[in-house]
């Protein structure tokens, strides 16, 4: 088992609850483009990879081999919520329906997440505890915030070579200057968040001009 590293995340939680217990995290709240991915995590007491960290402290080679290992080491899942889903009920809903299909895919069924955050997901297959700052805290949401940033990030790879012009290889779908230029000349595409501010205004003065 590895070690808490000294003001890191740590293990501590995950003994508290019944076992198994799993991490979940989110990311791609924020972009104006691409879907909300959520990852959940078993992490296997005895093979608990080193370095384990929030996914914003470590770098994207250092992510990319964590998600490997814990592919290997852990019972890992991912869950989606497309744009239009977004669209249709909101981001924070629609995180919540990516977390719930992150625990539906794992392959066995936790007694108790872990959920980064204040609010617990409703619906969830499992009792819930939320911890503010989990992925700072938390090793198993540390792990799960690793795992998603990783998979939204090649989808947003992909997305960029369908689409070029956005910066989303580099942005992720956020609204960086690269962006707003993509937007200013190629216009909204299909994988953008028309109800988020700055796309809703752009189809807005498109459409009265």
């Not at 483009?33 to 770098?59: E, F, T």
Request: aromatic share 4%.
């Amino acid at each position: 088992m590895a070690e808490d590293a000294p003001g890191g995340p740590h293990f501590r939680f995950e003994c508290e609850g019944p076992a198994p217990v799993c991490g979940i995290d989110e990311v791609g709240r924020g972009p104006w483009a691409g879907p909300v991915v959520a990852a959940a995590v078993i992490l296997d007491p005895a093979a608990i990879p080193d370095g384990l960290n929030d996914s914003k402290r470590l770098s994207a080679p250092r992510r990319v081999e964590l998600a490997a290992v814990l592919a290997a080491r852990a019972s890992v899942s991912v869950g989606i919520a497309s744009v239009a889903e977004i669209e249709t009920m909101n981001i924070l809903q629609a995180s919540f329906l990516a977390m719930r299909r992150a625990i539906l895919g794992l392959a066995s069924r936790p007694a108790l997440a872990l959920v980064d955050g204040n609010k617990a997901p409703p619906g969830l297959p499992c009792a819930c505890r939320p911890v503010v700052g989990g992925d700072a805290l938390v090793l198993s949401i540390a792990a799960a915030s690793i795992v998603a940033k990783v998979a939204r990030d090649r989808m947003m790879v992909t997305l960029a070579q369908q689409f070029p012009g956005y910066g989303w290889e580099t942005n992720m779908g956020y609204g960086t200057r690269a962006h707003q230029e993509g937007l200013a000349r190629f216009g909204v595409t299909p994988h953008h968040r028309r109800s988020f501010q700055p796309i809703h205004k752009m189809l807005c003065e498109t459409a009265s001009a």
